[in-house]
């Protein structure tokens, strides 16, 4: 089945630090890819998608781009703020939805 | 705006006690998911429906059933609650018959088994 990889975690950055988060995924067919972010003690959040070669999701200020050669999905932020700590997961679909194991991000003032 | 809702968000039961946990989404989806989220686990299905009485099984069904009598809700049930199914919960429902579209999250159910 499809799979996606994800960078392990945790991630730790000063406020205002540039953030990327890698994410590869396996699959056959041409599936849609997301990333969702999950807040302490809440559940998942969509956070942004593509669902075809070279699209470009983006959502408070955080993008990913859907690279079909390198078979990639890396979210990048170019300032991250304290705010932005939490877990973030990337997924895709195919006969379900297959997510990666998560990268947690601790962003310190 | 979207909204999925589960019936706790901190629950403790005892070994072999029948645990149900329900979910309901008022987005008229036609799918919903229940997944268990442990550390270094990531999410891992159990069961989803495509329609109301229509189920299948996930990657880790063992010890749970589901019931979705209306469109809108779906339980998990733990026929036999083990300290083994210590974990969060999940529910989520998505829009159409396929797993194309996005999956929209309740705010988890974090079950502890004593």
């Known amino acids: 089945g499809n799979s996606v990889t994800q960078m392990e975690g945790p991630v730790t950055l000063s406020e205002e630090a540039f953030l990327t988060i890698n994410c590869t995924y396996t699959a056959t067919g041409y599936p849609s890819l997301f990333w969702y972010v999950q807040y302490p003690g809440e559940g998942l959040q969509l956070l942004l998608k593509?669902?075809?070669?070279?699209d470009k999701g983006s959502n408070k200020g955080f993008e990913a781009t859907y690279r079909k050669e390198t078979t990639s999905f890396h979210l990048e932020k170019g300032s991250v703020q304290v705010s932005d700590s939490a877990v973030y997961f990337c997924a895709t679909t195919g006969n379900q939805f297959y997510f990666g194991t998560g990268t947690s991000l601790t962003v310190i003032p | 705006d979207v909204k999925v809702t589960q019936s706790s968000r901190y629950l403790v039961k005892r070994t072999g006690e029948k645990v149900f946990l329900e979910c309901v989404q008022d987005m008229d989806h036609e799918n919903m998911f229940w997944y268990r989220q442990d550390p270094g686990l990531g999410l891992r299905l159990i069961y989803f429906s495509y329609d109301v009485k229509m189920k299948e099984k996930g990657d880790i069904p063992e010890g749970y059933s589901v019931s979705r009598e209306k469109k809108e809700r779906f339980s998990l049930i733990l026929e036999s609650a083990s300290t083994n199914q210590t974990s969060m919960y999940l529910c989520a429902s998505s829009l159409g018959a396929s797993f194309t579209y996005e999956q929209y999250f309740g705010p988890g159910t974090r079950l502890t088994v004593t």
């Open positions: 593509a669902t075809k070669a070279d």
